[in-house]
């Protein structure tokens, strides 16, 4: 996306033998295993649990200062859950009307969207550079959401009156939600260009009026219901959602944007905590589905199961991770309260049906060069609602699922990674070879976004943030639905498993490429694609894939190619696009050679409809 306001890796024989001598002479203890923490407990103070029997008054001020605390934050440790009690909040006449800043996650406490109802609006807007009203943009809106609620929309007068802004980017998934009334997911009120760059719903229902993408340059929308869709720019994407446009992608040139498939392929909705009818917390855990169309809640309960937060080790910042893991082989799930987690050691899931529960955006750091978490080939685990960044000693991967060569099936129940962004750079000046590896067949990866930072901390240099790739998958059967994968400083994707799928994927190549010899994927090949299936690959099928470049380091920088696939039957691409967004040099083709060129002569979009 084009972000203008972040204009946009004599001895070893010796010390052997010491250490071998060490150990036959070192008294035989073994440590003591960390005890298992009990189950349940206090969610801490980042999590805001709001009852509808407290003044509005009172619930207004306390979401205006957060919302006010968090609007800068971008790359702080602050993190918040807003949980609403069952109940209304707000009325026509009174409305509840805040904004959402970063490091936010809101969610009704209801088994079902209809539980809690929200009279008035939940808001994100432009930020303006320096409060310039000129300088004005969505683009970096990340790292916040909304999820299982109503929103009856009232309120604001004016230009903002009786609408609910939700202007984001990456990372700001909106899930699970009714929308009665006017939405829009451009904020064409706070000043201008206004441009936006996103973007998830999934499993939500929007009544009442036509949903405004404006500027989003691309979004997509799975599981839903729309009672209209204004408008899109490259790569509006709609899997199994009722009311979405038609399939029109074309290539004519800023036309033709929509890409639609009637179901979604394999989807698993992320688990979320709620209060049962005596009041007690239980996170509810959807089971998979498939070819599925409509949100999962409208005709009933969503189907799955229900799981006591006595059974969970409800985690606080500043937990060892010896305790976590004693937890985790105990049989315990994880409920990560608001916080970030320093880890010297990976978090190690190895249970079958295991759940990893991140609230507000819970973020985990490895400290020791060691990956953040690792899940183990077993079936049903649900990984969820978490950041991951790399630390500043570098690390292998991040995250791993299962180990190369791992071959069990996990059709009937499968792993699933929901709302899981990882970044390097940032927050800190962090390093790590790829960020995401999936090993195991059937894994379902369900909005991610996969940054290497062009801004912040060690963003947009070349020799900071160091991180060559940010997804490897080398399971079968695995399917993406929401992927963005950004600024990595060789393939940024590449797929090596069979009959994978992926339904919507976002890519803007590096920024700070310094010179054309630093990045080369060969002799003769300039760049890195943005995706890449293997060259073994028999079988692949992916839906609207664009990647964008802007270098913005004043050189004539050439990447051959977005995307790299095997010229083969079974590996088929719909709906491909580039883009030249700004700087110098460009994109020469879209797919081995096909497309045309993006650069500044043409700034695209270059469109494939279909390859091979």
Not at 147 to 171: E, I, K, M, P, R
Request: hydrophobic residues 35%.
């Amino acid at each position: 996306m084009n972000r203008a306001p972040r204009s946009r890796r004599y001895g070893l024989a010796a010390a052997a033998a010491t250490a071998l001598v060490a150990a036959l002479v070192a008294p035989t203890t073994q440590a003591a295993a960390a005890p298992v923490p009990p189950g349940g407990g206090s969610l801490g103070e980042n999590v805001i649990v709001l009852d509808p029997s407290m003044p509005k008054a009172q619930i207004q001020d306390r979401l205006n200062a957060l919302a006010q605390a968090q609007a800068g934050n971008e790359f702080g440790p602050q993190r918040y859950a807003i949980l609403f009690k069952p109940g209304t909040y707000g009325t026509a006449a009174d409305p509840l009307v805040f904004p959402v800043g970063f490091y936010e996650s809101v969610a009704g406490l209801g088994k079902n969207p209809g539980d809690v109802v929200v009279n008035g609006s939940v808001n994100v807007y432009n930020q303006c550079v320096g409060g310039d009203q000129s300088q004005c943009y969505a683009t970096t809106n990340f790292w916040r959401s909304l999820s299982n609620l109503t929103v009856n929309v009232a309120g604001q007068s004016g230009c903002y009156g009786n609408t609910d802004f939700w202007a984001v980017s990456q990372a700001a998934p909106l899930r699970r939600v009714q929308m009665n009334g006017n939405v829009t997911l451009m904020d064409y009120c706070t000043g201008s260009p206004s441009w936006a760059s996103g973007g998830f719903i999934a499993d939500s229902k929007f009544t009442g009026a036509t949903v405004v993408n404006g500027s989003q340059q691309q979004f997509f929308t799975r599981n839903s219901n729309l009672d209209g869709w204004s408008n899109g720019v490259w790569n509006q994407v709609f899997c199994g959602t009722e009311g979405a446009p038609a399939q029109s992608f074309s290539t004519e040139q800023g036309a033709a944007p929509y890409t639609t498939l009637d179901t979604c392929p394999v989807t698993r909705e992320a688990p979320y905590l709620y209060l049962d009818d005596k009041g007690k917390y239980r996170v509810f855990v959807p089971a998979a589905q498939r070819n599925s169309r409509g949100t999962s809640w409208e005709d009933g309960s969503t189907p799955g199961r229900s799981i006591p937060l006595d059974d969970f080790y409800v985690v606080r910042p500043g937990a060892d991770v010896k305790q976590i893991n004693a937890a985790l082989k105990a049989g315990r799930h994880l409920l990560l309260t608001p916080g970030v987690y320093q880890l010297p050691d990976e978090i190690k899931v190895t249970r079958p049906g295991t759940q990893v529960v991140g609230l507000g955006f819970a973020t985990l750091v490895p400290t020791k060069g060691n990956a953040a978490i690792k899940v183990d080939d077993v079936d049903g685990v649900n990984v969820s609602g978490l950041i991951i960044d790399a630390g500043e000693k570098k690390s292998k991967v991040l995250m791993k699922v299962g180990d190369r060569g791992s071959n069990d099936s996990h059709r009937n129940n499968p792993i699933a990674l929901s709302d899981v962004f990882f970044r390097v750079g940032g927050a800190l000046n962090g390093a790590a070879d790829t960020a995401l590896e999936v090993n195991s067949d059937d894994t379902l990866i369900d909005d991610a976004w996969i940054w290497r930072a062009d801004h912040g901390t060690g963003g947009g240099t070349w020799t900071s943030a160091r991180s060559d790739t940010g997804l490897v998958v080398n399971g079968d059967r695995v399917t993406a639905t929401g992927l963005a994968v950004e600024h990595f400083q060789k393939t940024e994707v590449e797929w090596n498993g069979e009959h994978g799928q992926v339904v919507f994927f976002q890519n803007e190549n590096p920024y700070d490429v310094p010179n054309q010899a630093a990045w080369m994927a060969n002799k003769k090949q300039k760049g890195y694609p943005a995706f890449a299936v293997g060259p073994k690959v028999k079988t692949f099928e992916g839906w609207g894939m664009g990647s964008y470049s802007y270098f913005n380091q004043g050189v004539d920088i050439r990447n051959s190619m977005a995307f790299q696939a095997p010229v083969t039957p079974g590996v088929k691409l719909h709906d491909l696009l580039t883009v030249f967004l700004n700087g110098s040099g460009g994109i020469d083709s879209v797919i081995n050679g096909t497309g045309r060129t993006v650069d500044p002569t043409f700034g695209g979009p270059s469109n494939v409809v279909s390859y091979p």
